[in-house]
């Protein structure tokens, strides 16, 4: 299973921006898709994250300002960021969640895409 991201740059503070992330390979279904971001120095930190179901939880840091949603058919998920700050900056990972047996579940994590959101 193969995650692809698109969608980073360089933006100004109040613009905004749209990740994407495409899942591909034997993919029978995937449960939670999500974003994280990691700035130098810091760890890496959950952005937004959605279910299958589509029910959604945000970074108290983003809430209002990002939306994340998915394409179930496409495996595709998305994070439509808004009002960016500069503290938005960093490398934004996407995230998959696959069930594997017993009932556990498997990470995949994409390449990662750089956000710089200037002052």
């Known amino acids: 299973v193969q995650l692809v991201e698109s969608g980073g740059g360089l933006v100004q503070a109040g613009g905004s921006l749209r990740l994407s992330c495409a899942a591909s390979?034997?993919?029978?279904?995937?449960?939670?898709m999500g974003w994280y971001r990691q700035a130098p120095g810091k760890q890496r930190e959950l952005v937004a994250a959605i279910t299958s179901g589509g029910s959604t939880n945000y970074a108290d840091s983003v809430k209002g300002r990002f939306t994340i949603s998915r394409d179930n058919a496409k495996n595709t998920v998305y994070l439509q960021m808004n009002s960016l700050k500069p503290e938005d900056t960093a490398v934004y990972y996407c995230?998959?969640?696959?069930?594997?047996?017993?009932?556990?579940?498997?990470?995949?994590w994409g390449q990662g895409t750089q956000v710089t959101v200037s002052s």
């Open positions: 390979g034997t993919i029978v279904s995937i449960n939670t």
């Open positions: 995230n998959a969640k696959l069930p594997m047996t017993w009932g556990t579940q498997y990470d995949y």
